[in-house]
T-cell receptor, first 115, second 114 residues
Framework: EADIYQTPRYLVIGTGKKITLECSQTMGHDKMYWYQQDPGMELHLIHY???????EKGDLSSESTVSRIRTEHFPLTLESARPSHTSQYLC??????????????FGSGTQLSVL | KNQVEQSPQSLIILEGKNCTLQCNYTVSPFSNLRWYKQDTGRGPVSLTIMTFSENTKSNGRYTATLDADTKQSSLHITASQLSDSASYICVVADRGSTLGRLYFGRGTQLTVWP
């Protein structure tokens, strides 16, 4: 069982609101990721971090931002939510910096709906 | 272009039956291939990871095969149970850079009926 937690599980919010999706892991993993997933589609990497004070943009352009002040915490923020941001957001972590042979552990996800 | 294609897109089987899901990829240079199970509204959970030198790996009733020459993989589920209803995602890792990169398929949605 993965020790990685996301809150909230579901969020319905109005256009223009600022939101923060929380992700925490208790496994001491250095690398953390944020993925976006739409129904029936593949996961897209939007942000990742190598460790504290490290953040990088992923493959999919995103208007969100992330921070990594503590090893265990990797929150994602949307300054002004829009309906196009409606999606499922998945947080993941892995032990080593190289993803090549490391298993990813995923949180349960946050389903975001922007009205 | 590096891609991962899965088939079928969806599948319905009766409880107790076996099934096989397919994954074809064009990712190069290849590092490893993973199968994940994703229950509705949850995050994916790892089932197997296979490297270039492994051509089969089992995890309980799940058996994955890999043919690195033809760039194909399959996931065989034996004696299906209702709890097997989920999306099964094929993920391929490359070794084109120091840190590697993952390519995700769109998944096969499996429904097991009683």
């Amino acid at each position: 069982e993965a020790d990685i937690y996301q809150t909230p599980r579901y969020l319905v919010i109005g256009t223009g609101k600022k939101i923060t999706l929380e992700c925490s892991q208790t496994m001491g993993h250095d690398k953390m990721y944020w993925y976006q997933q739409d129904p029936g589609m593949e996961l897209h990497l939007i942000h990742y971090s190598y460790g504290v004070n490290s953040t990088e943009k992923g493959d999919l352009s995103s208007e969100s931002t992330v921070s990594r002040i503590r090893t265990e915490h990797f929150p994602l923020t949307l300054e002004s939510a829009r309906p196009s941001h409606t999606s499922q957001y998945l947080c993941a972590s892995s032990r080593s910096l190289s993803v090549t042979n490391e298993k990813l552990f995923f949180g349960s996800g946050t389903q975001l709906s922007v009205l | 272009k590096n891609q991962v294609e899965q088939s079928p897109q969806s599948l319905i089987i009766l409880e107790g039956k076996n099934c096989t899901l397919q994954c074809n990829y064009t990712v190069s240079p290849f590092s490893n291939l993973r199968w994940y199970k994703q229950d509705t509204g949850r995050g994916p959970v790892s089932l197997t990871i296979m490297t270039f030198s492994e051509n089969t790996k089992s995890n309980g009733r799940y058996t994955a095969t890999l043919d690195a020459d033809t760039k194909q993989s399959s996931l065989h589920i034996t004696a299906s149970q209702l709890s097997d209803s989920a999306s099964y995602i094929c993920v391929v890792a490359d070794r084109g850079s120091t840190l590697g990169r993952l390519y995700f398929g769109r998944g096969t949605q499996l429904t097991v009926w009683p």
